[in-house]
């Protein structure tokens, strides 16, 4: 049976469209309103909120979580101090990337990981005789995110703690009565917090939330806005942008960590006071190179781009949404150079921009590279250009409070 | 005198200016841009009046902007956010309203919901439409051709317009001319048949023109505006970030960022000439600056009558020029409220607010509003284009209050019997009382007014006689023909001496194309050595 999320009853009162998907088993909105861009807009503008409840969360707890958690996150879980969390990855022994998740520090021995997928078993099968509890505490709590430029006053008028908050930091706050874990993350690639809310207080927080945000034009953003939010921020997504490596079937369908475009994760990778799953592969394929591709971005040429259409006959199509298939992409010569794994159509750069994988020998930024499209139901290419991560990075998202 | 300091000079900080500047800049020229006020941006500002409110003076929403100028001036990184109007919104004079968004079918059972009729017309219509915005949107991004020409350079291009034409489909051009020469009315009656459906529809018809939506000519105006192809849709409207001033402002910082130099409080009285070059400008307070290039982008009258002197030019060209229609009829009536106004038919709800707000309920309405220009006067109970901006920007007004800017029509710039300055403010209340109608209530949110007349766009822009496009949308005066027969190609007859405003092709609007294609020519001539660059000599275009 479909699950709705803690924050269901409020949230669907306020969407207009009744167009849901299924995030892991949860009703998930797609939008709340007729288009999308409205909700994204919010975002880079004002103020908007995302439900993302569905992730699923684990408490690991006791004096060797620590050691458990070293053992098993790309990034060095030593080096992030209680009140701070972390982005990271997790591989398997052959060092190919299996999820991403947040994981917060609460104190020494406490911590709070985020999950798109289930992990506990996979969790467990590490414990060994390690000292941790490993609980999953996913229904217990509802994430809402709150993310622009005004999130930081709207929150601030809710939980003064708001405005000490430095990028990846967070704290144990009140909004009205209910404590909640106040953190300075999101997925949208701008200024944005993020509230873990006890399940069933939270309708009365996201009322807070709302209150506080009317004057500052808040609006709820559902998953097509956040796609298009998180490709400008270069933010890779599991099942779009690689395959779970527990699941693929080829090692074709893997990718490293270096081939995903999170080698900066590697950093101390060299420390072997930290063995943690997947290292050695990871070692071997730096030290030979032998990474296979790597992570860019992709920027169409435009006027190309109207250029195929129109002498088609067609309206140039700039859906933010294109449908979603992997593009592959050619290099001058017309030999195989990479493929997109993620499409949109900007409103801000006004250009189709996309991540893509491509050999790294064409990683430079410029290069010149050329992407299939369909045109009248014919295969044709059109010109793009490899461009850095991420397209969209105001200084507002890391600035120090 | 002294040797040049700069190799470019352009008269005028209004959004052309700054494009052009831009573009010379990143070419390598050591480009100077003239701004006569304080303040860069001419016709697209928003000034603070009162603490807190944001007010956009002049123009307020975007469209036409070439995608290229955003892409080739890196805009985005200067801070360039145009906010996408969620919704329009046309009350229908009846107390009910059509409330359009962005998901077509939706948009197609609204106009059901009043003519079932209408509902099937709203798609072809459309389809229509933007056949014909495809079959004419090549010219907007290319210099006219020169048909009047025999420089085999001209021939190509000309080649190139003709080849595009045989390329557009017999119905479709008959769309085009249709839309060109006739009347909006004319063209909607074809589609629809309901008054509110076809007053919604004829609301850009009139904008800025001194036409009814009834007058041939304003099927051309109604085109004009669905030209835009922001963020991919056609004739999809925006609010920039901050207003249209914000824009302006994000254009002035990436002139700056390729090198160039903007000099506030620097107005211009003439462009210096030796022989039949321009050699720089001298400024009111007797300054003179050195350059061999000179662009004025300021509109023709101004260009070719006040800045240099017009005996010194061809007969025909001055004439033209003399003989172009300007003849503004737009105002702007705009408030700071204390809160939102109520439309009583959607008492609870904001949706209705997010983009233009369209008070000009059936074609009748607006033509009837027209009557009173066509005399002299200013209408009784006017057309208002208006728009809450804050509500999608909270940054334009403190929380909890708005600002909402009205374009309205029609306040001729010439008043038989009377002057702008002895009715500004009856034209304001007459203005008011048509939002009253509609939201009652509206006087007692209202915390402050600005009244915004013909005259005062020409003396702060220096707009001739108002007009908002530099010079009106009518036939005669598009395309080959802008500004005048001979001299739409952005040189004038003064060798180093070029125009690049609103009154260039393809015309007014936040557009920033004729700033970009003068820009073209001006580099053109630099690498055929036709005019100098001093300093660099590596301009290339
Ligand atoms: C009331 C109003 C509403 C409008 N609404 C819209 C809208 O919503 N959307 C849209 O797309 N378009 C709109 N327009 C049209 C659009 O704003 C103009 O067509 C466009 O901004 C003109 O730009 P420009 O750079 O060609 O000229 P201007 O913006 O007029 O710039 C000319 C500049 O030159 C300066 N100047 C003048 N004389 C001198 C001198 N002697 N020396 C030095 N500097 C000088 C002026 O101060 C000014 O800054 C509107 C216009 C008006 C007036």
């Avoid at chain 1, 999308?36 to 975002?43: C, G, L, Q, T």
Wanted: charged share 20%.
């Amino acid at each position: 049976m479909i699950r709705t999320t803690p924050f269901h009853p409020r949230l669907s009162e306020l969407n207009s469209q009744g167009l849901y998907t299924h995030w892991q088993g949860f009703l998930s909105p797609l939008r709340y309103t007729t288009a999308p861009k409205h909700e994204y807009f919010a975002v880079r503008n004002s103020v908007g909120v995302f439900d993302t409840s569905p992730l699923f969360k684990y408490r690991i707890s006791g004096p060797d979580a620590e050691q458990l958690l070293a053992g098993l996150l790309v990034r060095d879980i030593r080096s992030c101090r209680p009140g701070r969390a972390l982005y990271t990855l997790w591989c398997d022994d052959r060092g190919f990337v299996m999820e991403d998740g947040v994981v917060f520090r609460h104190s020494a021995n406490d911590f709070l990981l985020t999950a798109a997928r289930p992990n506990l078993g996979w969790l467990d099968s590490h414990r060994g005789r390690l000292r941790v509890e490993l609980e999953d505490v996913s229904d217990d709590y509802g994430i809402v995110a709150i993310q622009g430029p005004r999130s930081r006053t709207v929150l601030s008028a809710l939980s003064p703690e708001t405005d000490g908050l430095g990028y990846f930091q967070h704290t144990q706050a009140k909004v009205g009565s209910t404590a909640v874990t106040l953190s300075r993350t999101g997925y949208t690639g701008d200024l944005g917090y993020e509230l873990t809310v006890p399940a069933d207080e939270a309708v009365a927080v996201l009322d807070a939330v709302l209150e506080a945000g009317r004057d500052h034009g808040i609006r709820p953003f559902g998953e097509e806005a956040l796609m298009m939010l998180r490709i400008e921020a270069g933010l890779p997504l599991i099942d779009v942008d690689w395959t779970n490596s527990r699941t693929a079937w080829t090692d074709a369908q893997r990718v490293t960590p270096t081939e995903l475009g999170m080698g900066w994760m590697l950093r101390g990778i060299d420390d072997d006071t930290r063995p943690f799953l997947g290292r050695q592969a990871i070692r071997r394929e730096l030290a030979e190179g032998s990474s296979r591709w790597a992570t860019v971005g992709i920027v169409v040429d435009w006027q190309h781009w109207d250029r195929l259409h129109r002498d088609a006959g067609l309206l140039p199509s700039k859906s933010e949404h294109p449908p979603p298939y992997e593009q592959m992409l050619y290099d001058a010569e017309g030999a195989p150079a990479g493929f997109v794994t993620s499409f949109l159509y900007s409103p801000v750069l006004q250009r189709h921009v996309g991540l893509a994988r491509v050999t790294p020998a064409l990683a430079e930024t410029g290069t010149e590279l050329r992407m299939e499209v369909v045109v009248n139901h014919r295969n044709t290419t059109v010109d793009v250009r490899t461009a850095p991560l991420p397209f969209f990075n105001p200084a507002r998202k890391t600035a120090k409070p | 005198m002294s040797a040049p300091q700069y190799d470019a000079i352009v008269v005028g900080g209004g959004h052309n200016g700054l494009t052009n500047a831009a573009y010379l800049a990143k070419a390598g020229l050591r480009t100077l841009v003239l701004e006569r006020r304080h303040l860069v941006g001419g016709a697209a500002i928003t000034e603070e009046l009162l603490p807190g409110f944001s007010f956009t003076t002049f123009s307020y929403a975007l469209s036409l902007l070439r995608p290229e100028i955003i892409q080739e001036l890196d805009l985005v990184r200067h801070g360039f956010l145009p906010l996408m109007m969620p919704s329009s919104f046309h009350p229908t004079g009846d107390g009910d309203y059509l409330l359009m968004g962005d998901d077509h079918a939706q948009n197609v059972q609204e106009v059901r919901r009043h003519s079932p009729r209408d509902a099937d017309a709203y798609d072809r219509y459309h389809h229509d439409l933007d056949r014909v915005v495809q079959a004419v949107r090549p010219l907007l991004d290319n210099a006219p051709p020169d048909v009047f020409s025999t420089d085999p350079e001209d021939r190509v291009d000309v080649d190139w317009l003709v080849k595009h034409l045989s390329g557009v489909e017999r119905r479709v051009m008959h769309d085009v001319v249709r839309l060109l020469t006739g009347s909006a009315a004319d063209w909607l009656e074809d589609y629809f048949v309901h008054e509110g459906v076809k007053g919604y529809h004829a609301s850009s018809s009139v904008i800025g023109s001194k036409v009814g939506p009834m007058s041939p000519g304003s099927g051309l105006v109604l085109l004009f505006h669905k030209m835009g192809e922001h963020d991919g849709h056609l004739g999809s409207w925006a609010f920039h970030k901050g207003g249209n001033g914000g824009f302006t402002q994000v254009l002035a910082r990436a002139a700056e960022a390729f090198g160039a130099e903007i000099r506030l409080e620097a107005p211009v009285t003439a462009v210096l000439t030796e022989g039949e070059r321009a050699v720089g400008v001298a400024l009111e307070d007797g300054t003179e600056l050195r350059a061999p290039i000179v662009v004025s982008a300021l509109d023709p009258r101004r260009t070719f009558l006040e800045l240099v002197d017009p005996r010194g030019l061809p007969g025909e060209l001055v004439d033209s020029v003399e003989r172009m229609k300007f003849r503004g009829v737009s105002a702007k009536v705009n408030f700071a409220l204390d809160g939102l106004p109520v439309f009583p038919a959607l008492p609870d709800t904001v949706e209705h607010y997010g983009g233009f707000l369209n008070i000009g309920p059936t074609i009748e309405y607006v033509e009837r509003a027209f009557d009173a220009a066509k005399y002299g006067w200013y209408s009784d109970r006017p057309y208002i284009d208006a728009a809450i901006q804050s509500v999608v920007d909270p940054d334009m007004a403190p929380p909890g209050k708005h600002v909402m800017s009205c374009f309205v029509q029609y306040a001729p710039y010439e008043l038989r019997g009377s002057d702008w300055e002895s009715e500004r403010e009856r034209f304001g209340d007459r203005a008011q009382a048509v939002l009253e109608e509609h939201f009652p209530g509206f006087g007692e949110l209202v915390l402050h007014r600005e009244v915004v007349t013909p005259v005062d766009i020409e003396q702060h822009t220096g707009l001739t006689e108002g007009n908002i496009f530099a010079g009106e949308f009518l036939a005669p005066q598009m395309y080959f023909f802008r500004p005048a027969p001979g001299w739409s190609r952005y040189a004038t007859p003064i060798q180093g001496y070029y125009q690049c405003g609103s009154g260039t092709h393809p015309g007014g609007c936040v557009i920033g194309s004729p700033g970009r294609l003068a820009s073209r020519r001006v580099l053109n001539d630099v690498a055929a050595g036709r005019v100098g660059a001093h300093s660099t000599g590596t301009a290339s275009s």
